[in-house]
């Protein structure tokens, strides 16, 4: 297999500094009316997103009410109509899951389940993966810190830097 030469790091010309990308991308004046714009919709989806939270945890609430009462009436479905007038159907749904057993310290026992798995000739069932995030929150240390990556890792990562303008209440 050939060798793959090293990525630069994050501080190199490759990974230009957001202001700098913003700049390249703004020739001219500055377009208030779209920054307006995008400032509208990054408002309007942290609203939703707060009014999706506030709707899942009433529904939460609501879930052991809702069994409660189809169970004393030995239903497993209803058809219920809506506040607009349409209708829709509540039904219970039943899904087994398979969970690590809690260990004494409170915590999932991974590690007896991949033992088991393995015993049992399942290693299918088994990955060795990592978690990109933290794998680039690593990345972000090294560059900030100014301490460079491993030469192994680095030649086998994609290091870039994303631009994206965001926003935040500034009242």
């Known amino acids: 297999m050939p060798s793959r030469a090293p990525q630069p790091m994050p501080d190199e010309q490759t990974h230009p500094e957001p202001a700098a990308a913003i700049n390249e991308a703004v020739e001219g004046q500055l377009d208030t009316n779209l920054l307006r714009q995008l400032g509208e919709r990054i408002a309007r989806k942290k609203e939703l997103k ?29 058809r219920i109509e809506l506040e607009d ?32 798995l393995r ?14 995030q933290q794998l680039s929150g690593f990345a972000r240390e090294c560059d900030r810190s100014g301490v460079e990556m ?4 680095a030649a086998v990562l994609d290091l870039h830097t994303t631009v994206e303008v965001r926003g935040r209440s500034s009242r």
């Open 50 to 78: 707060a009014q999706l939270k506030q709707l899942e945890e009433e529904m939460r609430d609501l879930q052991e009410p809702c069994m409660n009462t189809l169970a004393a009436a030995g239903m497993e479905n209803a």
């Open 150 to 153: 491993p030469e192994r890792l």
């Open 119 to 132: 015993e049992e000739g399942m290693d299918d069932f088994l990955k060795e993966d990592f978690n990109v």
């Open 85 to 116: 007038g349409s209708r829709m159907t509540l039904h219970l749904h039943s899904q087994l899951w398979a969970r690590p057993i809690v260990d004494e310290g409170g915590s999932p026992n991974r590690a007896a389940v991949v033992e088991a």
